[in-house]
Every structure is written in C-alpha cells, then in structure tokens.
C-alpha cells in the first residue's frame, strides 16, 4: 500500500494543532495534482481554524477547484456570519443545484457546518446525507450530539470503528460520544484524550475535550491541569469557560472568577455563553428597574 502523505497534515488539522498543520502543508511540495489541492485544502482550512479569514478569501481565486471554493466561502461567512449570511446561502443555494458541486465531499462538509452554525439543522443533516469520508461521518455523529441524539451517535460511531477503530477521527469521536453519554463512559472519554494527547502533540481542543471529562468526573485538581495547559498556548473562549465553571467548583476567590469572566465577555463578545449573559443582564435591569417603581411609587390613601 503506498504511503498515505497526507496523513499528518490531516491529523494536526483535525486535533486542531493549525499551526502546525500548516507548517506540514509548507513542507509537501513532491505531490500529484489531485493531493496538492486536498493538501491546499487542509492549510486554507487550517487558517480558518486560526481565524485568518481575510488571507484564506484573498489567496484563493473565483477560478480554484470546488474544494478550494469550498474553503473559500465559509471564510468569507466566519469573517462577518451576519453580513455575510445572505450571500453564504444564495451561494450554497446554487451549488446544491449544480451536480458537480453537490458531489464534492468538501462542498458537502462546508456547506454543513455553515447550515449548522446559522440553525438550519435539517439542512445540515441533509449536505451529510451521503457521508462519502470519515471526517463527514465525525461531523454527523457531532451534530447528533448536538441535538441530543447520542444514541444516533454511538450508531454512527460504531460504523466508524467497523472501518477503522484507530483511526484518529474514529478515537476523537468516540471520546464525543463517550463524553456525552456520561456515567461510566466518562473515564473512557478522558483516558481516549489523553491517549491522542500523548500520541500527538497537544492542542487547546485535546486539552480541553480532557478538562471536560475530569470536570464531570469532579476531578477538578486534574481539569485545571489541562486547562493551564491551554491556556498557555493563548486565549481560547472554551478554555476560559472552562477554567471559571473549575475554579467555581473549587471554590476559589470571586476575583478570580472576575477576572476569566471579563477576558471572556472583552475577548470574546461573539461567544453563546457571553451572548446568553448579557440577555440575562438585560432582563435582571429590567426587571429591577420595574421593582424599583412600584417600590418608589407613593402610596395613595384609602381616605
């Protein structure tokens, strides 16, 4: 079997080490035309992982193949996704129309996971339904995950192990699955992370997907290890959530709760987290602002 080049760009894109993705994808430079465009694929995409948005739409042309466009698009979606929402799905509105572009299986995945982050789940399941690679069937099993479906999950998943069981994708959505299933799967969620932790170099995502386990575990002393490890490689909105639910837990002083909090809300405005706290902000004003007027309001006398 020839050897597969590919191999660690993907894997470092997929546990989210971008950096060094892209420096691998710097590195293949012997290879036939079809893997140069998935090896394009893989570094534009990890440039999107790192929010490089502008560098991915300027650097590929209207005239690159579906897969590069592919990229392309979901750049131009994260860099403004409420400004850019209308063109995003009169785009994917037309490729879906234009057989060529429906069967590219990095149309499929990019088409998803931008119907998924606008709400539009049925869509996203449905750009899935053929599930033609590994990676498409981790994304299914994830958006199952998402809407409460780990049994779909662990489904999809055995498939998975059917295929491949070492697979990196296969380890990595077992430890989703794992995670959400809880109870005595959690132990295994955690001792898959640190297996790929160790094995690979680690990523803020391995660190925390491993801080999430021990955090339902209540092995808060073993979370903050991980997170201080992520934390180290830069801000990270997870990480920052995380280490105040920890520090919660462990009942460390308000200020320092304080502190990852505002990092999180000045960082991170876009955040759900952020976003679900200032509407709850928004209603405790208002509603104290109501209580403050009946409680200022002058009695009037009975007489």
Sequence with gaps: MDPDELFTLRNRFWLGNFQMAIAEGNNLNRLSDELKIERDEFVYRSYVGLGQYSLVAN?????????????????????DPEGETEATMEKLGEWMRDGEMSANPTVQLMAAIIYEKLGKVDQAF????????????????????????????????????????????TQLCSAWVHLSQGGDKLKEAAYTYE????????????????????????????????LLQALQ???????????????????????????????????????????????????????????????????????
């Design 59 to 79: 650097e590929i042309k209207d005239s690159a193949p579906p897969a590069l466009l592919a990229v392309k698009l979901i750049a131009a979606f994260m860099s």
């Design 126 to 169: 449905m750009a899935l339904r053929s599930k033609t690679n590994m990676e498409q069937m981790a994304l299914w099993a994830q958006f199952c995950i998402k809407i409460n479906r780990t049994d779909l999950a662990a489904e999809k998943l055995k498939e998975m192990q059917q295929i491949d069981e070492d697979a990196t994708l």
């Design 195 to 226: 297996e790929l932790i160790d094995k690979f170099d680690p990523s803020v995502n391995l660190l925390n997907g491993a801080a999430a386990a021990h955090m339902h575990l209540k092995e808060w002393e073993e979370a903050e290890k991980y």
């Design 233 to 303: 490689k830069g801000d990270n909105a997870d990480t920052l959530v995380n280490l105040y639910a920890t520090y919660a837990h462990m009942g460390k002083e308000q200020q320092i709760l304080d502190r990852y909090q505002n990092q999180l809300v000045t960082q991170f405005p876009d955040h759900p987290i952020v976003q679900k706290l200032k509407r709850c902000e928004a209603t405790f004003d208002r509603v104290a602002a109501q209580m403050e007027g009946q409680i200022s309001k002058p009695l009037e006398d009975d007489d």
